[in-house]
């Protein structure tokens, strides 16, 4: 069995056998044989070339988070074929010229108007959430084309609270 | 001086001249919530007095409900309509006959006109009494008394202003860098540094607004902004009576966004003299003050081990347990017996300091996006637990964590013989610690703890952004990726596992087949 796993933006492929009562895997070139135990819903007991390690696992929204040792992973499966959709995407997430809220939270100041030329990295809007203020940045050197929201609105994460024109 | 154990039987058992005036605290209503509710409440069970929980709509489900004996709603989610909601909250104590109100940290913990609320409805007020509390909270009107009294203070504004003006001339006056604080402040809010007039005026902007948000006055002051400082407070505790004692120091230094992360004691910086002079000024600053119960005298100490008077934090503090587990006192049963009328049971000479304790704070938020908030759904925790490790916890697997309140989960506090020991442990513990759903600080207080710099006790406020700013490239190193990524494909494989195997059962759908459905790539 064949998989292509994303983790923080970068990509592994991993051939799966199970074979004899142990996974041989295959990841990114090197060999790892692996005998798995389920010790319950969210725990993985793990020998990897004899070595142990236990993993705890939950999933929501398609996501996996991991925890190994105190470190903790955020893992998406992709097919070959939304492998270069999700690059796209990820690339076109990064160049998205809005102002966003990484969170739910409450519009505390908009520093920008429309027409506005605004530098990337310049202060466009200041949020407040979980009491504290974050000042979101411009991705993109442009002009303001939009701004959604007024001083003391709600808003969800995501949500474009400005927009931006970039310069070409 | 007493032995330990003696010392241990004096805190425990009362002495029979201390119950002259003593009222024992009958019912004890908690106007908090999370970790700190749930401190208080086990600290009331531990002394079988009754507690009563409060929690706003979005809280039904918290643990400090589920943990106090009674709980009342009172009201909606933001703090103004529930947890900062006096009237409320009095109303519920009355109601629930209640005949005590503890205000953890927070909220209303340090509001003068709650405590006088409290004294004329004849409610006993866990904490100072409202004219101290109110003379300490006024960061302006405090300075003025330190001053009188020869207390050592930063340089800086004698008034705050409620507008822009006046702030850049005594600025100059100052000399930059200056900080700005809220003047009714604490945790880090409204607080900033401004190197410049230019970085001045919108500091001041933006500290007011904070400041406004979090204390409901906007007021901010300036001072000398004191480099390469190491922030080191002092526990006290004074009784009805006037008696003062101090419970040696806690570092706090690790700081973001001028926010304390870790807490250790004793301090890398301090001798027995410092200590000792740092300790005699504390006590010096709570009897000017009028103070009762417990507080903490906030300093900082410089490269040339001079120390300045910074404020009272006039409350049970977020790092009380790293004393806790140094001098063996229970501060919290400490500020229900004085808030009862008890006398302290020891006295000076009566507290040591044994091992080292350090304290993470664990919060809901993003070590590689500016530590923004996060929150959400906690899918699954699992607690560190083991030898000298305390984990005091507000959450459990399936919470919510809100976007309401101050993202603190938890605390994790190690104890052991040396400082060495108790970070290792640390380690240990937050290897050991597993929150999956949401974003913690969990990996990068395990960072801080195994930095060079943390290691060597070179541990001054600017240690994060001085150490810790490309630790989001460092991420990138953690040492068990393949271990997860292996893991993940197991549990994305459709194969059964080893036990299933041995066991000859066939094919049995389990937790990790049926969690999602996977588009698997070509098999």
Not at chain 2, 65 to 77: F, H
Not at chain 2, 236 to 258: K, M, P, T, Y
Not at chain 2, 397 to 426: F, H, N, Q
Not at chain 2, 444 to 473: C, R, Y
């Amino acid at each position: 069995m064949e998989l292509e796993l994303k983790i923080e933006d970068q990509i592994h492929k991993l051939q799966v056998e199970f074979k004899e009562g142990h996974y041989h895997i295959n990841l990114d070139g090197n060999e790892h044989l692996v005998d798995s135990s389920i010790i319950s819903d969210h725990c993985l007991s793990l020998l990897v070339n004899g070595k142990t390690f236990t993993v705890y696992l939950a999933e929501a929204n398609g996501k996996k988070y991991l925890s190994v040792a105190g470190e903790q992973f955020l893992i998406e499966e992709t097919t070959s074929e939304n492998v270069a959709g999700s690059g796209a995407d990820s690339s076109g997430i990064a160049e998205e010229p809005v102002a966003a809220s990484p969170m739910p939270g409450k519009v505390v100041k908009i520093l920008v108007s429309k027409g506005d030329k605004v530098e990337k990295g310049q202060g466009l809007v200041i949020v407040e959430a979980m009491k504290m203020e974050n000042e979101i940045k411009s991705p993109v050197k442009g002009t303001v084309e939009k701004v959604n929201f007024k001083p003391g609105d709600l808003v969800d994460a995501a949500q474009p609270i400005v927009e931006i024109e970039p310069e070409a | 001086m007493l032995s330990w154990k003696q010392f241990l039987i004096s805190l425990t058992g009362s002495k029979v001249e201390n119950l002259s005036n003593v009222h024992m605290i009958q019912k004890i209503l908690i106007a908090n919530r999370g970790e700190i509710a749930v401190r208080i409440i086990n600290a009331c069970r531990e002394m079988s007095i009754p507690s009563v929980a409060v929690f706003s709509t979005v809280d039904r489900n918290s643990l400090h409900v589920q943990k106090a004996d009674e709980a009342y709603c009172i009201g909606n989610p933001p703090p103004l309509e529930s947890y900062l909601n006096i009237g409320k909250i009095i109303q519920v104590t009355k109601k629930s006959g209640a005949d005590a109100i503890h205000p953890g940290y927070g909220f209303l913990a340090e509001n003068p006109e709650f405590c006088e609320r409290c004294e004329k409805e004849g409610i006993i007020f866990i904490g100072p009494n409202s004219k101290a509390l109110r003379l300490v909270g006024d960061k302006v009107e405090s300075r003025k008394t330190m001053t009188e009294a020869k207390i050592p203070i930063i340089p800086g504004m004698m008034s705050s202003g409620k507008q822009t003006k006046g702030f850049k001339e005594a600025a100059e006056k100052i000399g930059y860098p200056v900080m700005i604080k809220a003047s009714a402040g604490g945790g880090g809010k409204g607080m900033r540094v401004a190197w410049s007039p230019e970085e001045l005026e919108k500091g001041v902007e933006a500290g007011m607004r904070e400041a406004k948000s979090a204390f409901g006055d906007e007021s901010v002051y300036l001072e000398r902004c004191i480099e390469e400082p190491r922030h080191v407070e002092f526990q006290v505790l004074a009784d009805n009576f006037g008696h003062v004692i101090h419970l040696c120091e806690r570092e706090c230094s690790i700081q973001r966004r001028h926010q304390k992360i870790v807490e250790e004691t004793p301090s890398c910086a301090l001798d027995e003299k410092l200590r000792a002079k740092m300790g005699e000024v504390a006590k010096k600053v709570i009897e000017v003050s009028g103070y009762n119960n417990a507080g903490t005298v906030e300093f900082l100490l410089d490269k040339n081990k001079d120390f300045y008077f910074l404020e009272v934090n006039a409350r049970l503090q977020v790092e009380h347990p790293i004393t806790e587990l140094v001098t063996g006192v229970d501060l919290v049963r400490q500020q229900i017996r004085i808030a009862s009328g008890e006398k302290l049971t020891f006295t000076q000479n009566d507290i040591q300091q044994r091992g080292h304790a350090i304290e993470c704070r664990i919060y809901a938020e993003d070590p590689e996006n500016n530590f923004f908030p996060s929150s959400g759904k906690i899918l699954f925790m699992k607690e560190p637990s083991g030898p000298g490790i305390r984990h005091d916890c507000g959450i459990y697997s399936g919470c919510e964590v809100s976007v309401y309140y101050d993202p603190i989960l938890s605390k994790v506090i190690t104890w052991a013989e040396t400082r060495e020991d108790a970070r290792k442990r640390m380690l240990l513990a937050l290897s050991n610690y597993t929150v999956l759903g949401i974003k913690t600080s969990i990996g990068f207080l395990a960072a801080v703890m195994e930095h060079p710099e943390f290691i060597a006790g070179n541990t001054q406020t600017s240690f994060i952004d001085k150490n810790m700013s490309d630790w989001k490239g460092k991420r990138k190193e953690r040492r068990f990726v393949n271990e997860a990524i292996i893991a993940a494909a197991i549990s994305s494989s459709t194969r059964p596992t080893s036990r299933k195997r041995l066991q000859g059962k066939q094919e049995m759908p389990s937790p990790w087949l049926t969690l999602g459905k996977w588009d698997l790539g070509g098999i």
